[in-house]
């Protein structure tokens, strides 16, 4: 655990779900999406389940949740170790501009050197301007474009 003011930062675990919950329909809702009730349950159901390379912390602030972070680890094609995919951040709207985006990232990084990866790297919309102000003080943007196919 680590501490930044006030804010705790800790790996989610089962006592955690109903605060994590309210906060995963919020980070939704803020994507403007829904995912259906069994992925919202297997998604918690990875983050609690130690062979699967998903990991979620949560801040906790006078005991309150009031920001969650995913990441994924995985090999590399150009690396001996191992890459961590910062998949998703979610800081409760009231709770923005107090240094808890920052806090969450910066344990990433710390996670993801004692797991000795070789990188965090992760993707946000191009109109993200708020984050992508935090963003451009933690990480470099690269030049790559991402493309997709949704199967």
Same mark, same amino acid.
């Given at each position: ?15 955690? $779900? *109903? ?30 389940? #130690? ?10 602030? *006078?005991?309150?949740?009031? !920001? ?19 998949? *998703?951040? $979610? ?5 923005? !501009?107090? !240094?808890? !985006? @920052?806090?969450?990232?910066? $344990?990433?990084?710390?996670?993801? @050197? ?13 109109? #993200? ?18 493309? @997709?196919?949704?199967?």
């Amino acid at each position: 655990m680590i501490r930044n003011n006030s804010v705790q930062i800790e790996p989610l675990n089962k006592n955690s $779900y *109903d605060n994590w919950l309210n906060l995963w329909q919020s980070y939704l809702t803020f994507y403007k999406t829904d995912l259906p009730i069994s992925t919202t349950e297997n998604t918690w159901q990875n983050l609690q389940d #130690n062979e699967v390379p998903i990991y979620g912390f949560g801040a906790w602030l *006078d005991n309150q949740l009031v !920001g969650i972070v995913h990441v994924m680890l995985h090999p590399s094609t150009w690396s001996e170790t191992e890459s961590c995919y910062l998949h *998703d951040l $979610y800081v409760k709207e009231e709770m923005r !501009g107090k !240094g808890i !985006g @920052r806090a969450l990232i910066e $344990y990433v990084y710390e996670f993801a @050197r004692q797991q000795n990866c070789n990188r965090v790297y992760w993707t946000t919309q191009d109109d #993200n301007t708020a984050a992508r102000r935090l963003y451009d003080t933690l990480a470099t943007k690269t030049d790559m474009v991402q493309y @997709r196919k949704d199967l």
